[in-house]
């Protein structure tokens, strides 16, 4: 081939898998595993069926994988920079990448109370701080998980917190990204809302296929996990693929894969789906790997 042709062609194929805002749109998302899979307690918690959190890397490298989420609430309660680099030197030993910091529970940054919101910032700024220094591109935060305020109250401390947060996650080059996680947040009208009035490139969605309880007493939820996530797709980066249970086939039945891949397919931002089994009637290893699998196939059949 002519030097010139080859330029020429070359140019053209990229353009071909590049939007117009420089999204790649035809190539495949990553694939990572949630440490919830494997690891059901936390930290020094008993746990008959999980592992220790250092030899998480090597584990999920033996199941196929290549990128990791980490969760906060597996490391030890008083961590320190030892504890830190102890995991990131396991993960280089693995051969194996960090993606995404799963954090929440330690405070509401969209609290009501100013002082209480400045306080839970306060400790995130520290959990991105840690997601940084893991080398993962993301933190996942949640938010607005319980409805004590009406939408648009809480909507406006929602895009204060998220604003500072997301502020702090710019000077160390990260992203936050914001799950349906119950309350308001799974309520996918309000959680694009708040998307696009804090109006930041380093926010977006992560959309998880269960998480769609909004109270409490009495329990509801929104009606329909496909419509949520057509709503929440436009901004949807990374993807917490929840399986259970399976059947002969193995599909997953609780979520129709085929059905929500379709909907993945045109999310302009998706970059990661990830692996989470929360199932008890087959081994964590064996569901991680159906999962995974499932992700595979519907990734082959319908990207």
Known sequence: MKRSTFIKSSIL?????????????NSNPKISLSPWS?????????????????DYPMIAKEL?????????????KNLDDKSIFKMVSRCQEA???SVLLLTGGIGDITDTNK???????????????????LKCKSMRNVCADRIT?????????????VSELTDHGKKLKM?????????????????????????????????????????????????????????????????????????????EINTNYNKMFKI???????????????GNEIARKKGISQTKNLIENSLSTIF
């Open 149 to 161: 305020v009406s939408r648009v109250e809480k909507l406006k401390y929602a895009i204060e917190g």
């Open 175 to 251: 992203d936050l990204l914001i799950e349906n996680h119950n309350g308001y947040s799974s309520d996918p009208d309000w959680l694009v809302t708040l998307i696009k009035k804090v109006n930041s490139k380093n926010l977006g969605i992560l959309g998880d296929f269960t998480n769609w309880k909004l109270t409490d007493n009495p329990k509801t939820f929104f009606p329909d996990a496909y419509k949520g996530f057509q709503i929440m797709s436009p901004y949807i980066r990374f993807v917490s693929a929840k399986s259970e249970k399976f059947n002969i086939n193995g599909q």
């Open 95 to 97: 051969d194996i990448k």
């Open 38 to 54: 494997i690891m059901r307690k936390g930290y020094g918690e008993i746990d008959p069926g999980g592992i220790d959190v250092y």
């Open 64 to 76: 196929g994988f290549n990128y990791i989420e980490h969760e906060m609430f597996h490391f030890p």
């Open 264 to 278: 993945l397919k045109n999310c302009p931002q998706l970059e990661c789906i990830g692996v989470e089994f929360f």
């Open 13 to 25: 194929g990229s353009i071909a898998t590049i939007s117009l805002n420089g999204i790649k749109l």
């Open 115 to 133: 002082k209480y919101r400045k306080i839970a910032l306060e400790k995130y700024k520290r959990w991105m701080d840690i997601a940084h220094l």
